[in-house]
């Protein structure tokens, strides 16, 4: 019967531990912990279930801009940490990558980049300006998916337009069906240009943002590397920016970094989710 009873005891212990972890791995209370713990200023608390989260996979804009938003609260705060603003850029970045339209994403992105200039202007290091590639820049400023939907549109209007052309008898509409369909197929080529560089760049790269004060840049064999940007040369990619990675190699990774491409150790990184990864 004593038997009997401690493996009743030893069972309901197991459940309820069980059912313990299982809640504090739920993603909704996760993300409702990381709120309060926000709220009440517990930062470490925070990041630590937010960080559970990207662990678990979670991807949501407002999961990302949160764990920004602790990341910059600590950096901020008298527990700050290495990092911090860099991580703190990240997760803004990450957000507007999964929410295009989030202004507030937007402002505290811009608000960290300009703290992050700041400290470094004041431990004296100098301000480090990279122009983006043109070609990815231009392609980032539409989605795949809004890409695509333009071209689709376009081929809708030279259809309208060929038809115009095709079947009209009066001489104005025969007119306005040649330019539109003249225009229609010039959007439909930019259009369609743009949705297949997205995707090229979609396939091939991953973005990711320093989170470290400053990434060492190397080359393929491991030596220091000095980049130059107009008349400003650097061996490091600094707090914040934002680079592409294009290439693995164990634990370094080939980044590209405006029009600039260099060798960094992958755990000076964080990854960044897009819609759909």
Not at 157 to 173: D, Q, V, Y
Not at 187 to 206: H, I, K, V
Request: proline letters at 4%; hydrophobic letters at 45%; one cysteine or more.
């Amino acid at each position: 019967m004593r038997r009997l009873v401690v493996g009743l005891i030893a069972t309901l212990l197991a459940l309820l531990a069980t059912t313990s972890v299982n809640a504090a791995t739920n993603p909704d209370q996760l993300f409702t912990r990381s709120i309060k713990a926000l709220e009440s200023g517990a930062h470490d608390d925070a990041i630590g279930s937010l960080e559970l989260l990207a662990d678990q996979g979670v991807t949501h804009p407002d999961v990302s801009f949160n764990r920004g938003t602790a990341y910059l609260y600590r950096a901020m705060s008298n527990n700050a940490q290495p990092g911090d603003l860099g991580q703190a850029a990240a997760g803004f970045e990450e957000a507007l990558l999964l929410r295009p339209s989030d202004d507030g994403a937007e402002r505290a992105l811009e608000g960290t980049r300009k703290e992050i200039a700041r400290r470094r202007a004041r431990a004296g290091g100098e301000p480090v300006v990279v122009n983006p590639k043109l070609g990815r820049a231009a392609v980032n400023l539409l989605s795949a998916d809004a890409w695509a939907i333009a071209a689709a549109a376009s081929s809708l209007l030279l259809a309208l337009g060929l038809g115009l052309r095709r079947f009209s008898t009066i001489a104005s509409r025969q007119l306005a069906g040649s330019i539109m369909a003249g225009m229609s197929c010039l959007m439909l080529a930019l259009f369609a240009g743009g949705a297949g560089l997205r995707e090229y760049y979609d396939s091939t790269s991953t973005p990711a943002t320093v989170v470290v004060p400053n990434a060492r840049t190397m080359d393929e064999a491991g030596a220091p590397l000095t980049l130059r940007e107009g008349d400003t040369e650097f061996s490091s990619a600094p707090e914040g920016a934002r680079v592409d990675i294009v290439e693995r190699q164990g634990r370094r990774v080939r980044i590209e970094w405006g029009s600039l491409s260099a060798w960094v150790a992958g755990s000076q990184l964080r990854e960044l989710k897009r819609p759909g990864g």
